[in-house]
């Protein structure tokens, strides 16, 4: 089979196109004739080089859809030749489990960072991770929708616990999970504060359903918040992009404010000042991926039609080095989704 690999960690000139033996599927696994796979920032940073167990040499693609072609258990037989979107979380319940207890679960991994993954034609994936998508949802809108979705809603819904009536600020707003989260927002009946930084983005954000919309690098976005809140602040900031917003992120948050994490894309050194923290009685949450129960959840509202994963281009298997490059230039609105 055709595969999108690469042997070494480094920039995306390290992935090659090339022709590998297809997986065998084991037991409580599937394999899957891949029909779209979409691209996460998660990408790069698996290329460039985590301090984590990778498989080498690496394929690389957490957000899946295809159809199942074979199995390794007799139990999974009732999946096949189904069209299926896949859950990137492994051991996901464990984890939050462990959590919840105050203990730590290792066995938790994401498909295409601590497995192979999709940009291939084809992969194997647990059993378990499977939801059939609907006749009406293309592959690549389901691709595009699987990762962020789940990672919006969790960030949100249950560790923002974002209510109606609320006001939330979602920086880094033209990402994949951004665009997700300012639709989960509106249909949570939030009135929503989108940053992202192009004036293209600006207007799509708007477009998507954000009340108001800011250019980081051409506003004083901060004032305008602060104007369009009645200077209260807005209770909940969804963030993703890091240290180059995160002491505005917290200077925006009104009185119980909540601040949920969930990426880094501009760095992980970020200042708070506690002066702050303390006085506003704030609250600073991480967040990463979901649930199955979650990933249901927020695939349900864009098997619905209620929200819309927002795609950027769509790309084939031989065209993957180009697509980790445009992610990496900081220009795409939405996802970029891989199709063998």
């Given at each position: 089979m055709r595969a999108a690999i690469f042997r070494e960690n480094g920039g995306p000139e390290v992935i090659t196109v090339e022709d590998v033996d297809p997986p065998l599927p084991g037991p409580g696994e599937v394999r899957i004739?891949?029909?779209?796979?979409?691209?996460?920032?998660?990408?790069?940073?698996?290329?460039?080089?985590?301090?984590?167990?990778?498989?080498?040499?690496?394929?690389?693609?957490?957000?899946?859809?295809?159809?199942?072609?074979?199995?390794?258990?007799?139990?999974?037989?009732?999946?096949?030749?189904?069209?299926?979107?896949?859950?990137?979380?492994?051991?996901?319940?464990?984890?939050?489990?462990?959590?919840?207890?105050?203990?730590?679960?290792?066995s938790f991994g994401v498909i295409g960072e601590h497995t192979q993954g999709g940009f291939a034609e084809m992969v194997v994936v647990p059993g378990a991770n499977l939801l059939e998508v609907p006749e009406t949802v293309a592959s690549e809108a389901a691709a595009a929708g699987a990762l962020a979705g789940v990672t919006a809603w969790r960030g949100l819904m249950v560790r923002g616990r974002l209510r109606s009536g609320e006001s939330v600020l979602i920086t880094g707003a033209s990402g994949g999970v951004s665009t997700m989260a300012i639709q989960y927002a509106r249909l949570a009946g939030a009135t929503v504060?989108?940053?992202?930084?192009?004036?293209?983005?600006?207007?799509?954000?708007?477009?998507?359903?954000?009340?108001?919309?800011?250019?980081?690098?051409a506003d004083d976005w901060p004032k305008a918040v602060y104007r369009n809140t009645e200077r209260r602040g807005v209770q909940l900031c969804l963030d993703s992009v890091g240290q180059a917003v995160w002491p505005q992120a917290v200077r925006a948050l009104a009185v119980g404010g909540r601040l949920v994490s969930y990426g880094a894309t501009t760095g992980p050194e970020a200042t708070l000042d506690l002066r702050l923290l303390f006085w506003r009685q704030l609250s600073v949450l991480g967040s990463t991926m979901g649930t199955h129960r979650e990933f249901i959840?927020?695939?349900?509202?864009?098997?619905?039609?209620?929200?819309?994963?927002?795609?950027?281009?769509?790309?084939?298997?031989?065209d993957t080095r180009e697509a980790h490059e445009l992610l990496e230039t900081g220009s795409v609105f939405g996802k970029i989704v891989i199709k063998p």
């Open positions: 004739r891949v029909e779209a796979a979409s691209m996460n920032h998660l990408d790069l940073w698996v290329r460039r080089g985590l301090p984590i167990e990778t498989p080498m040499p690496h394929i690389g693609g957490s957000d899946i859809v295809g159809s199942v072609e074979s199995v390794g258990s007799e139990d999974l037989t009732s999946w096949m030749g189904r069209r299926v979107v896949v859950d990137p979380s492994l051991s996901y319940d464990w984890y939050e489990l462990a959590g919840r207890k105050g203990g730590f679960a290792s504060h989108a940053v992202t930084s192009t004036p293209e983005g600006v207007a799509r954000a708007r477009s998507l359903g954000a009340d108001y919309a800011y250019d980081r690098l959840e927020a695939m349900s509202l864009i098997f619905a039609g209620r929200v819309e994963p927002q795609i950027d281009r769509v790309l084939s298997l031989e």
